[in-house]
Every structure is written in structure tokens, then in C-alpha cells.
């Protein structure tokens, strides 16, 4: 059975970084399309970047993008997703996805249905 495993939230003031992880168990494949999403109180789930481990591509949503980065590391099963310059706004419960038969990550966007999720991670920032 796969297994997500986010941690890496917790509270930081404005303008501070956290590291999101993300790691998979229960499964071997290096092939995957990995998703972190976010969602705020009172607001729907929107998905913030992505990648794609066969050709290394990857979307940033333009809310974050410049201050977010994702990378993966293989060998622990684990993507991360290092926030820099965090905003108030940025505030939410993260949760990684994971799908092990499509490509659900574009240049130009996050798309489709993912097979896996993991349970969330609350991260707060302070004003």
C-alpha cells in the first residue's frame, strides 16, 4: 500500500523559510508525478507546484513562484518543497499527492485526478 508522509509545517514569521517533505512509502517506482496543493481556511484547494520525475518538469502557481522550489531526492523516496520569503498569505494546510501511471504535470499547470495523498501539514505565518 503507498503511504505519504508530509511534514515540515509549523510557524514562522513573514519574510521566513520551511522545508516540506514529502515521503512515499510502500513503493519503489522512480517514475511519479508529484503534486503539493494547499488549502486555507474558507478556501478551496488549489494546487501550487508540481513535477514530474521522468522529464524533470515542473510548474510553479505564479502566487508562489520565485519563492517556492521543488526537488526530490530518489534514494529516500522524498520531495521536498523549500518555501523562502513566506507571506501571511501563504498560510494553509499543505498536502503532497502522488500518481504512479500519469503525468499530471505540465509546465502550465497541475491536472487530473491523483491516485495518493498525504494527511496535510499546517503551516502558520506570522505578520
Known amino acids: 500500500e503507498v503511504q505519504l508522509q508530509a511534514s515540515g509545517g509549523g510557524l514562522v514569521q513573514a519574510g521566513g523559510s520551511l522545508r516540506l517533505s514529502c515521503a512515499a512509502s510502500?513503493?519503489?517506482?522512480?517514475?511519479?508525478?508529484l503534486g503539493w496543493f494547499r488549502q486555507a481556511p474558507g478556501k478551496e484547494r488549489e494546487g501550487i507546484s508540481c513535477m514530474n520525475s521522468r522529464d524533470g518538469t515542473t510548474y510553479y502557481k505564479d502566487s508562489v513562484k520565485g519563492r517556492f522550489a521543488i526537488s526530490s531526492d530518489n534514494a529516500k523516496n522524498t520531495v521536498y518543497l523549500q518555501m523562502n520569503s513566506l507571506k501571511p498569505e501563504d498560510t494553509a494546510v499543505y498536502y503532497c499527492?502522488?500518481?504512479?501511471?500519469?503525468?499530471?504535470?505540465?509546465?502550465?499547470?497541475?491536472?487530473?485526478?491523483?491516485?495518493?495523498w498525504g494527511q496535510g501539514t499546517q503551516v502558520t505565518v506570522s505578520s
Open positions: 499527492a502522488a500518481d504512479y501511471e500519469n503525468y499530471y504535470c505540465s509546465s502550465t499547470g497541475i491536472y487530473g485526478v491523483y491516485d495518493y
Open positions: 510502500g513503493i519503489t517506482k522512480d517514475d511519479y508525478t
